[in-house]
């Protein structure tokens, strides 16, 4: 059986998601993922302030660096973060709708780049992410060129 790109894709989210704790735990929503790309949403709750009453800069990471791992890992190769930096533009308040949207810019052999845009509801910008990506050993569906 061979899958489309989107199909695989999207198996491998959905393969992701059913293991993914702290995504979930976080209440967490996956939106819509296509190969090399994913957006997630996250709705800012009071726990998730600090002493300023904005959103801590720990939860917003938290939502990009998983938008981040849903899109490097849309091609049935298991893929960690190699490393991530993030740049806060604006903050993010309780009640607040986060989004993060997930792009590949570049992808080769083992490693690639993506950028990952946090937004509000609104649509303004709240952070800026990049996160280096590298493949490791397993994959996400069986081998399905074997059936």
């Known amino acids: ?86 740049t806060f533009l604006a903050p993010g308040f309780e009640g607040d709708v986060l989004t993060a949207s997930a792009r590949k810019i570049w992808k080769q052999g083992r490693s690639g780049i993506y950028d990952i845009q946090v937004t509000n509801q609104s649509g303004q910008p709240v952070a800026e992410f990049r996160g280096h990506s590298r493949t490791v050993k397993g994959t996400h569906l069986p081998d399905m060129s074997k059936e």
């Open 1 to 86: 059986m061979t899958l489309t790109p989107q199909e695989l894709a999207q198996a491998c989210a959905d393969s992701m998601w059913a293991q993914d704790e702290a995504t979930n735990g976080l209440g967490m929503v996956l939106q819509s993922v296509a190969p090399g790309q994913a957006v997630i949403t996250m709705k800012v709750m009071r726990d998730m302030t600090n002493g300023l009453k904005t959103c801590h800069g720990g939860f917003i990471f938290t939502l990009a660096d998983s938008a981040f791992a849903f899109a490097c890992n849309t091609y049935n190769q298991r893929t960690v973060a190699q490393m991530a930096q993030i």
